[in-house]
């Protein structure tokens, strides 16, 4: 068996397509744009590469995406600050805080931001009043990257209903809004994580398996039942010589990659896991593009939710 390997790019367009007229009809209403406002505290070298991605991203689609910056050496209030002036201004439909803050803010700084921030315009979907809505199974903006991951199931025409599904991974980023997104779709859905007894043989009974763990090349393929749907979240960065090759073996084009660029990123999926599964989604490429398009829908639903009360 080889598995279809389906990129995020083609669902990412079909969504930005269903988001045209509704942007189109927002500011036919408001008479403005739908309006995102983005926080960056700090120069992270990739936070500063998602930012830049979604910036782009909104403004492409026609919406006003506007970011700001906080230096490194910002303190919480100065965030808090910029939050709480945003929560007041109602031309701002959406705020998002860049993670991870700098460390020196501290270990509690990011949900002390999170929970700063107007549930109405909670575009990331981490508010506890947010993530409330979501366990009741209510209307309520949920996180991005599993709400992609929804979108990629049905779009490919993976039953969830009835299904057997398996998280791999509890964060409350990930792990723990995708269970209850696929609880909502009526699917059978088992959490695991680092204390889980005979892992791999928990995963394999997945239909449905979403690796979200954050290490690299972990999920082989004595975890995945053959023919499941693999989702791979994870991205991780791979700068060893030794570490590559154990992946990929001598002669892949990653080693290549990897002499000249310094590094090569691989998921939480082992690459082997492709002689197994049915559905395997690729790292880089797969779920990256749907996080940054499921954003945007959680803005234009955020703006439309405002203006109707």
Known sequence: MSARIVQGAATAAAIRESLKPRIVAFRQQAGRQPSLRILLVGSDHASEVYVRNKVKSGSDEGLDVRLERLPETASLADVLAVVTRWNQDDRVDGI??????????????????????????????????????????????????????????????????????????????VGRPMALLLIGRDATVTVCHSKTRDLPAVAREGDILVAAIGRAAFVTPDFVKPGAAVIDVGVNRVTDLGEARAIWGDGSPKLEQLSQKGSVLVGDVHPRVADVAGLLTPVPGGVGPLTIVMLLANTIKAAENRIQG
């Open 96 to 173: 998002l805080v860049q993670s991870p803050l700098p460390a020196g803010l501290g270990k509690q700084a990011m949900q002390q931001v999170f929970d700063a921030i107007d549930p109405r315009k909670d575009v990331d979907g981490f508010h506890p009043y947010n993530s409330g809505l979501l366990a009741q199974q209510r209307p309520a903006l949920a996180p991005c990257t599993p709400s992609g991951v929804i979108e990629l199931l049905d779009r490919e025409g993976v039953r969830m209903a009835g299904a057997r599904a398996v998280v791999i991974g509890r964060s409350e980023i």
